[in-house]
């Protein structure tokens, strides 16, 4: 990873777009890449009482997500 911190900075500002508009209690930071030629951050919102590593696995209908993509939008601005 060439430009570590300027990746991190861009989870950053997602991150706090992510708090903005969903208001988790925490947020999980996850980085990967050793099974794929890049690095990636998985930034999981998490509510409380959520304690496992791995969070569980959730469904959101096609509109419920289109409304989480405008709300990260608009907190993103």
């Not at 890449?33 to 590593?53: D, M, V």
């Not at 959101?60 to 990260?72: D, Y």
């Amino acid at each position: 990873m060439p430009d570590f911190g300027g990746y991190w900075e861009r989870a950053k500002k997602i991150s706090d777009a992510v708090q903005k508009a969903l208001m988790p209690e925490f947020i999980t930071f996850v980085t990967h890449g050793l099974e794929i030629p890049h690095a990636h951050i998985h930034i999981l919102p998490r509510q409380k009482g959520e304690t496992s590593f791995v969070p569980e696995q959730k469904t959101f209908s096609k509109e419920s997500m289109e409304k989480i993509a405008e709300e990260l939008r608009q907190a993103l601005v």
